[in-house]
């Protein structure tokens, strides 16, 4: 799909979600409800369709959406969506989740509950569908419904990188995140006054300001550069790169944000914990950064020393 194109679905998903989310409905979410009406509008525009081989458009584009279900901390899981419409050649409105399987049980399913069809998925990128299961209920650091899930395992075949597109899920949904509480903090600085002066004019916020901006600038070219290598060779490695630099963005911002916001932004009534406890979460689903640093590392270590500067240099 063409970036004039793909910039036309993004605004009208951005459009979507600035109606719709909202620090009432996000309230909602974590008291158990599951947001219908939000469902019922990405499904009248088409956009739970959009990874799939005949939707027209193209993996980045579904990515590209999934940054902006980030800055609005979506509480669907519009990635489980898009992904798993793609391997079962969905067609339908039905809501379909994805976990990580771990021997006989699939681990941290968002919304399982209210799932028509459940997907688990391995790090060596093998995809199943799990029938007859039996569901634990569980909820992740921003209350959002995460269940264990016991059952049949079912194969289905995918010529994808399974695991990375997962991972990658999480790295455009951080990626979009991290802006936006970058953004809001930005403007409470800025409104904020001490002493008679806005605290963004104190010297030490600015610095933190500078440290967070560079850390989301790096956070969203790592995750750039792994939807750019989507279907390429180097595509694993540009995840596992992402993965681990994305994770230690979101451990740097969050802390200085929440510095600046001060007591005001660990309250329930400020929006700032919505996506920051979401941030924290999805830098652990599928891989944390200990798990794809180990990744590349091994990869490194593999070419020799003769080769890593030629492998960090070239876009190969």
């Known amino acids: 799909m063409s970036s004039e194109l793909q910039q036309i679905m993004v605004e009208s998903t951005e459009r979507i979600f600035s109606d719709t989310v909202d620090k009432k409905l996000l309230d909602a979410v974590e008291s158990g409800e599951f947001p219908q009406q939000l469902w019922k509008l990405i499904c009248e525009n088409g956009f739970h369709l959009l ?40 067609s339908d409105d039905n809501l379909i989740s994805i976990g990580e399987r771990s021997g006989d049980r699939t681990l941290t399913v968002p919304w399982a509950q209210q799932a028509a069809r459940c997907l688990a998925v391995t790090p060596d990128n093998r995809v199943f569908e799990i029938s007859d299961y039996q569901s634990t209920s569980g909820r992740n650091i921003a209350f959002e419904p995460r269940d264990t899930l016991s059952g049949n395992f079912t194969e289905i075949k995918t010529d994808d990188d399974a695991y990375e597109l997962m991972a990658l899920s999480r790295l455009s ?20 006054e001490q002493f008679g002066r806005p605290i963004a004019k104190f010297q030490a916020v600015q610095h933190n300001l500078a440290v967070a901006a560079a850390e989301v600038a790096a956070a969203t070219r790592a995750c750039d550069g792994a939807v750019e290598a989507i279907g390429e060779e180097r595509f694993v490695l540009e995840v596992a790169a992402g993965k681990g630099r994305v994770g230690e963005a979101i451990t740097v911002v969050t802390e200085i944000v929440h510095q600046l ?18 941030l924290w979460s999805w830098r652990e689903e599928f891989g944390g950064e ?22 960090i240099a070239s876009a190969k």
């Open 261 to 278: 916001h001060g007591a005001m932004g660990f309250t329930h009534e400020h929006q700032l914990h919505h996506f920051t406890r979401r």
């Open 290 to 311: 200990s798990y794809w640093q180990s990744r590349l590392g091994h990869h490194l270590h593999s070419l020799g020393a003769d080769s890593v500067w030629d492998f």
């Open 173 to 192: 949904l951080a990626s979009g995140a991290l802006n936006r509480v970058l953004e809001l903090t930005i403007q409470y600085v800025g409104e904020r």
């Open 51 to 90: 990874a799939t081989t005949d939707s027209g458009a193209d993996l980045a584009d579904a990515f590209a959406v999934l940054r902006v279900a980030g800055r609005y901390a979506v509480p669907i899981p519009l990635a489980e969506v898009l992904l798993g419409n793609r391997w079962l050649d969905g």
